[in-house]
């Protein structure tokens, strides 16, 4: 796959959506300006961090697959932390933590069209960047949590490596560590517990409700919150 490697830029995943092309690509900045997060969150992007997007085309794209995605960038991440020596959770649906606290985080952006799909596979993954004072209770970086100075430049590669190989759901769900456990579903109109008990392989997350009943969550709809805060 081509590779793109630039200094700096506003996001990644707007490069990529810019670039006219339709052959699948890897954008690596070494800093963004704009780095876009979840929910229309800002995504902190300073230097020393990893901030890649891959960006490829489908010919036929059913909805499954837009959860296979996110499992193949949670996987990678997980498998390039561990090469580490560093050991990775995933926090549904799109976050890996190390140590309790956010290392990573993935922005996907698809969009469709005569059957076929783009899609945009944004990963930031905090390598030497600084975080924040404000920050320092629920996210954490490579060189904080393993007082090593890693090069971010090497992660990326590795990532890369990583992002072009096929992971499976029963991987992805082995990095989650909170099956059985009591979480906080937030969602717009407020919050409320259950217990989560799977991720089903379209990823909704399975969770027994405080009345028994079970139901099926959609990332769209809900955040999760644990002992992570
Ligand atoms: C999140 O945790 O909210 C998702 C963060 C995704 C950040 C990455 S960095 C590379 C790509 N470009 C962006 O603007 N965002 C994603």
Redesign the pocket.
Known sequence: MKIIELDEVD????YCKRLETDEDVAVIAKR?IS????KG?V?I?ESGGV???VMRFYKEFICRDAFKIMVNSCVAVCKTLESYSVKPNIRWA??VLVGGKKIS???IENSFANGGARSIV???LNVNNPIPDELKDTATSLSLFTLKKISAAEVGSELIRNLGKKYSVSEYKSYIDFFGEKVTLITPQGQREAVAIDVTDDGLLKVREEDGGISLISAAEVSLRNRWK
Do not use: A, H, P, V
């Not at 780095?35 to 979840?38: N, Q, S, Y």
């Open positions: 996001s990644t995943n707007e963004q780095g876009k997060g979840t969150r995504f992007s901030y890649l997007s799109n976050d985080g993935t922005l944004g990963i930031g």
